[in-house]
């Protein structure tokens, strides 16, 4: 037309913007369709879960395990403090840390983030009481839940076990430190190796990944509050990470882990069939001590928040 463009490429246009956004609300089903076509080279899948688990844990961690070495080489000097040094720190075991600081600071915020949001959008969704909650099943369908939220989930899970596999690693060779650290990250490898191949407790997953939001100001002030002179926003990056602590790892986790046992209780049915007897107690077992670490670990935590926040008297 003279007034404008042929009704017919408007039409068009329109149609391709609808085709764009469809894409792209797709994308997270798409991602998890090309994991499972990969996965199905490495394993079948089991029960209703998807074969995808291998190869993207080995992926993640390789990807984790040579950035962190790469990020290393690029720091400058990091000279400890006078605590550094009396905790026997030296500034290389200074880098180290705070190599696998940085890529797991941007690593956690990325799949902490979205375990949290996910876990809270299917809480509020579909509530905690049906079976799907519990476990996904190919042949009975998704239930109410969404296919993409199931893929994004099993994705999600996926990559914090890939996360966990590259923290065992470091934790062996020397570059993180601690007893309860390695229980930890013990504790959660086998609760992946039971839990992520089968699909198992997709909801209480969520929830025990989003804890993880919490991990980017704990990696940084673990770090800065070694070095010398004082890095900025140390304080700051503290009171962050026990504020979220507290929501995520204390209220958010502590909800999610005893809303499923008195479920699991008051509906044995829920238990899924894609588990033995062993694995579901295993899984249970582990999750709770899990829970009680965090428990312990927030005595310490309450501690330094008020401290954080107390006013100093002049």
Known sequence: TLLGRPQGVVEREKEKQKKKKKTLLQM???????LNNLGLLAEKPRGGAYGTTMPTVVAAAFILGVSTFFVN??????????????????EESIKRFAAISVVGAGYNAVVGVGAALLAIDVTMSYGRSDEYMYYF?????????????????????????????????MWIMGWDKGIDTILHHIGFLLVCFYMVP???????GLFA??????????????????????????????????VLFILFRVVGYSYAYLASVFSLYNRPGLTPPQLT??????????????LVLQLFWSKT???????LVKPTKK
């Open 73 to 90: 080489k690029m720091l400058g000097r990091m000279k400890p403090n006078e605590e550094a040094v009396k905790r026997r720190e030296t």
């Open 301 to 307: 935590i309450f501690g330094k928040l008020f401290g």
């Open 137 to 169: 099943d190919r042949e009975k369908g998704y239930g109410e839940v969404p296919q993409r939220v199931f893929y994004t989930a099993v994705l999600l899970a996926e990559l914090f076990y890939g996360y966990t596999v590259h923290m065992t690693i």
């Open 277 to 290: 007897p062993f694995e579901n107690g295993l899984i249970l077992s582990l999750l709770g001590l899990g």
């Open 198 to 204: 089968k699909g198992a407790y997709p909801q209480l």
């Open 28 to 34: 997270p089903h798409l991602i998890g369709n090309a």
């Open 209 to 242: 990944i989003a804890m993880e939001i919490s991990t980017p100001p704990l990696l940084y002030y673990l770090t800065m509050r070694q070095v010398n002179p004082p890095a900025p926003f140390v304080d700051l990056s503290g009171l962050i990470f026990s």
